[in-house]
């Protein structure tokens, strides 16, 4: 797994970018690395850029990886009710159940988190 980390400052939203197969020990890093981000910015918006991932996690493993975030956003002094998230997929991307389970299980918990397939569609989202 591959991630990178830019920060639009025009629109005020960090971009995410994650390729390759993603599993939980891959992504606490980059939880962690975009804490970095939002500390820096002050941004807590986030676009994730899931386009050419391959999610190979179980579904416990992202409760354990929404835990995992939502606690770190605390300990950064932010809350997870605030944050907004876009999960960007490719049309026909594998395991995109995961990641519409995942779009649920945040919102059940009041949490902002919306899948798209669209990037200017996503970050209108973002950015409202």
Not at 26 to 37: A, F, K, S, V
Not at 38 to 44: D, E, G, L, S
């Amino acid at each position: 797994m591959h991630s990178t980390i830019s920060y639009n400052s025009d629109l005020n939203y960090l971009l995410v970018t994650i390729e390759g197969k993603i599993d939980s020990s891959g992504m606490r890093p980059t939880i962690l690395n975009t804490g970095e981000y939002i500390q820096k910015y002050k941004c807590n918006r986030i676009l994730g850029d899931y386009r050419a991932a391959d999610l190979a996690v179980q579904i416990m493993e992202l409760v354990d990886l929404y835990n995992f975030w939502t606690t770190h956003l605390r300990e950064l002094g932010f809350s997870h009710y605030d944050a907004k998230r876009v999960i960007l997929l490719a049309p026909g991307q594998k395991f995109v159940e995961k990641y519409r389970f995942f779009e649920d299980f945040t919102a059940n918990r009041n949490s902002q988190v919306r899948l798209f397939y669209d990037f200017n569609e996503a970050v209108k989202w973002l950015c409202e």
